[in-house]
């Protein structure tokens, strides 16, 4: 018994002795927790503040207060008490923030026994996140997660643990006073994470603090990375921009082969058409999850268009309408800007795939202002090419309707001029919107990606465009040779009209449209030519009125102008006279170019057959393809253009003028 004494009193020395060589560290009953069934933890300058250390977890006692022995060899350390994350933090009652308490051996009473409250947690703004709809594919049992910069984009975070409602929606909230969160929805690792809705890759959620007002935020999962359907792996996106592709496959193949009037021109489009689809091609597959993340740099690759297409282009515009070569020097200039880029571009193709993965997903700063000063300059570089070709094309406009009556040439340099500005103007729009967002808060990651899939949509058009005239080489009418220098003449001379015997244009609607001068007049009998000694260009007078009485007679009795692609030459051959003095009698004579000539004769047919009791019958429109319009389009600009109406508001005004 004495013994049992002794061993009692000794164990109890030990227990003493034990309490005294550690600091007894007790929180009085707290006030309500954040999180109802978590724990308290510690966390200081002894554990480098890890917030939910398991090794500092403070133990509940039954009258409410939380307990932790700490290691007596702490003198001096900071602290603050957490449940877990920085996400919960002590606070004042005012749900403000408060300093580091501080622990020192010197300055404390009872250095082992430490007691303190814990006045209120820090109120940082609530985000009640509420999933209304999932994918159909998405698996029964499956877990899912919210992650973000609120916890360092961990997948699988079980505090962000979406709960399933009794209403069939899922819920989580986030506590952050980070001014804007980026965050995505994830079925427990990154291999699962949402996507679009055809199972793409998706841009980062954002919202930004003032957004958030502790209301619920609805959130709608179109689909899992993992989970595409085959039906919904192609979008309707893809298709068009894959057709472009096939098409300009065709065009490659086939374009050399054909017997074209102007291979060394074909051999530019070619050369642009190529790499338009190439680009196309890249930009498309390198929008695929698996593609992406095996080759990540690929993502750079259609971005060389942006500084390759308008130079290309342009050369092209200057050989198809005027045959002219590349200029002696200088021309290499034009493709200064693409090697530039690829040199900005080049540490990021030597770096490694992983790395610059990362960079693209956490948008890094550097990366970001490379894209942006580069498509602004490239921007600029565009707008620069496009004002030039749209000179050339207008220069083009003004020559050909002056020796051909249709329109179709212009009309098509039109659509490549609007498509080429509609890419220009999303493409301008881009960085209004990047330029505004630094005053208003706006979601610019996702209106730029729409942006860009809606530019590189509307580039893919001038695919189709470009390879539909190609093909059909009629679309695209090249200008003749330029006529030779008009024989000299004294001031006297006046040069007589020819007796000529019009020929009807069907006999010579098989000539070249691009004979010179010269050819036509080899091909026409020796009588109505004269041959004189050349000198300086002097333009000779003429007897304007006879050729007008001529010109009017042949066009009133043979009506050339219904052939809707008749030209100066076609007409000249007819008439047997130079295209050059015919060219000149209409400007003079007529106060016209050729051009509005021909419709003014076919404006004026369908007004006569409009009066005739059978033609009653028909259509406008069909009567506007007998006279010799070759479209809609053509038919109602020249009609408003010569009567300052439209066919409409004309045989309105004639019927109430002239009633049945």
Not at 309 to 335: D, E, H, I, M, T
Not at 458 to 478: H, M
Not at 494 to 504: F, K, N, S, Y
Request: net charge positive; with cysteine; charged share 20%.
């Amino acid at each position: 018994m004495k013994i049992d004494r002794c061993g009692l009193i000794l164990a109890f020395f030990i227990l003493t002795l034990t309490s005294w060589g550690q600091i007894r560290l007790e929180v009085a009953r707290p006030t309500s927790l954040p999180l109802a069934d978590s724990s308290l933890y510690i966390v200081g300058s002894f554990n480098n503040w890890n917030p939910g250390d398991p090794r500092f977890l403070l133990t509940p006692q039954a009258n409410g207060s939380y307990v932790i022995l700490l290691p007596d060899t702490l003198r001096r350390f900071e602290y603050k008490f957490t449940q877990g994350s920085w996400q919960f933090t002590e606070g004042n009652t005012q749900g403000e923030s408060i300093p580091n308490r501080l622990y020192d051996r010197t300055q404390t009473k009872t250095p082992q026994r430490i007691q303190v409250t814990v006045a209120g947690w820090e109120q940082r703004p609530a985000y009640h996140f509420v999933v209304t709809e999932l994918p159909v594919n998405t698996p029964q049992d499956a877990t899912l997660y919210i992650t973000g910069t609120f916890n360092k984009w961990n997948p699988g975070d079980p505090r962000y643990k979406l709960r399933r409602q009794p209403d069939g929606t899922y819920r989580v909230t986030v506590y952050s006073d980070l001014p804007r969160l980026e965050y995505k929805f994830t079925r427990g690792n990154w291999a699962s994470v949402e996507g679009r809705d055809n199972g793409k890759s998706r841009p980062n959620r954002r919202i930004a603090r003032a957004e958030s007002r502790n209301l619920d935020i609805d959130v709608r999962i179109g689909g899992w990375e993992d989970l595409t359907s085959s039906f919904q792996f192609y979008s309707a996106f893809d298709l068009v921009m894959l057709f472009s592709v096939v098409l300009a496959a065709l065009l490659i193949v086939s374009l050399p082969v054909r017997t074209a009037p102007n291979r060394a021109a074909n051999r530019w489009l070619i050369t642009l058409v190529t790499f338009s689809a190439v680009f196309t091609l890249l930009k498309v597959i390198s929008s695929y999850r698996d593609i992406a993340n095996a080759y990540p740099k690929l993502l750079l690759l259609p971005d060389f268009i942006w500084f390759l297409y308008a130079p290309l282009f342009y050369f092209y515009l200057r050989r198809r309408l005027f045959n002219k070569p590349l200029p002696k020097r200088g021309w290499v200039y034009s493709f200064i800007p693409v090697v530039v880029q690829f040199f900005a571009y080049l540490p990021y193709f030597l770096m490694e795939s992983k790395v610059f993965q990362l960079k693209l997903v956490n948008q890094d700063t550097t990366l970001r202002m490379l894209f942006l000063a580069l498509g602004f300059l490239a921007l600029v570089f565009n707008i620069g090419y496009w004002l030039a070709g749209r000179r050339l094309i207008q220069a083009f406009k003004t020559q050909v309707l002056a020796t051909n009556s249709s329109g179709a040439a212009a009309r098509y340099m039109n659509a490549v001029l609007v498509i080429q500005a509609t890419c220009l103007t999303l493409w301008l729009f881009l960085y209004g919107i990047t330029a505004a967002s630094r005053i208003i808060d706006v979601d610019i990651v996702a209106i730029a990606e729409q942006n860009v899939d809606m530019i590189w949509l509307v580039f893919s058009l001038l695919t189709y465009l470009l390879s539909f005239a190609a093909l059909r080489q009629s679309a695209i009418v090249q200008l003749p040779p330029v006529s030779p220098p008009v024989v000299a003449a004294t001031p006297d001379d006046t040069v007589a009209p020819v007796r000529v015997t019009p020929v009807p244009i069907d006999t010579v609607s098989n000539m070249p449209a691009d004979d010179t001068t010269e050819q036509l007049l080899e091909r026409l009998p020796e009588s109505t030519t004269q041959t004189q000694s050349l000198a300086k260009p002097v333009a000779p007078s003429i007897d304007v009125q006879v050729f007008l009485e001529m010109i009017e007679t042949y066009m009133d009795q043979q009506k050339p102008y219904t052939n809707p692609n008749l030209t100066i030459h076609e007409l000249a051959a007819g008439l047997k006279m130079p295209s050059h003095l015919l060219s000149r009698v209409i400007n003079e004579g007529f106060g016209k170019n050729f051009f509005d000539f021909v419709n003014q004769y076919r404006v004026d047919e369908l007004k006569r057959r409009m009066n005739d009791p059978h033609a009653r019958g028909f259509t406008l429109l069909s009567l506007a393809f007998d006279v010799g319009f070759n479209s809609k389009t053509a038919f109602n600009r020249a009609f408003k253009k010569l009567t300052h109406q439209t066919p409409k508001e004309y045989f309105q005004m004639t019927s109430d003028e002239h009633p049945a």
